[in-house]
């Protein structure tokens, strides 16, 4: 069923208001059992190679829509990962889901809330930091060592370009809240975005106990896609930081970047208890930005090749929905 969301900005509402018409009707299709293009994953796609798009409503703020005549059957992407979902940020609808109402750990996607939560207090990006015992204790990935004087942009780069666990640590540690606080925090701030499957156990995303449904993690990728600093950061495939003791060249973890994929915000993550995951924000050829979420894949070059696949599916495929509408 399509689902909707809040906080639409003027931004978006912009990039789709040319194509309202065409909006209007693909909702036509609810007559025939097919809702705005929505696709919902009922099984596994090694057992069926082709679904049926599921029963929506027509979304109230279109008012009501005529018959459509019946449109082919529509081929389901092709996914391993154990969640998944394509969501429009314009309307709230999903485009396209598996399990995505199924709370997940998300590993270093929770480094997204971490920045987006630390820059809300405006702090003094050149401000120096010294890395404790603390935040490098069994850190896994970081670039930082004890005892080093770093400022605070190159820890928030770390963070979302590198992610670097020492670097996220560090920026809750140093907050107005201090570390157990900021963690407070973070679960109020995703009550505040209508977060309601997303909790969080710690900055990082070492901890197992951060969870979201793919759904929630779509929309959090939206809201940062929507604060252009922690934005632009992510768009970042590589960054020099300094420290007191030397210089270092770090490059993203998003393989997305770079590619034929227009990515416009993005963040990767993994422990072993959430697979491999990849959120991100994208534009599609004709210029409709989506959200396309990934949880649970078993490689870390699965979860980009079925991003793209998402992607690929949406801008090909599925057009034959938007084209029977039109027609």
Known sequence: MPVHIGFVTPRWARVWRHRAGVVGAVCALSATGLAAGVVHERVPHAERADVTPARGRVSPALGAAPAAR?????????????????????????????????????????????????????????????????????????????????????????????????????????????SKRFVARMNAKAAELGLTQTRFADPSGLDEGNVASAYDVSRLILAAGERPAVAEIMRKRTYQVHTSRRVRDIRSTNRLLGTRVDVMAGKTGYIDKAGYCLATLVQLDDGRTVSVVVLGAQSSSGRFREARGLVDWLSTKASVLLTSAAE
């Open 70 to 178: 019946p449109v082919p059957h529509v081929p389901t992407p092709r996914l391993g990962a154990q969640a998944a979902i394509i969501l429009d940020p314009v309307t709230g609808e999903t485009l396209w889901e598996r399990n995505s109402h199924e709370p997940r750990a998300i590993a270093s996607i929770t480094k997204v809330m971490t920045v987006m939560l630390f820059l809300e207090q405006h702090p003094d990006l050149s401000r120096d930091v010294v890395i404790s015992r603390q935040d490098v204790r069994q850190a896994s990935t970081t670039y930082l060592r004890r005892g080093e004087r770093v400022t605070l942009r190159d820890l928030v780069h770390l963070a979302l370009v590198a992610s670097d666990n020492a670097a996220a640590r560090a920026l809750a540690r140093v907050s107005a809240w201090g």
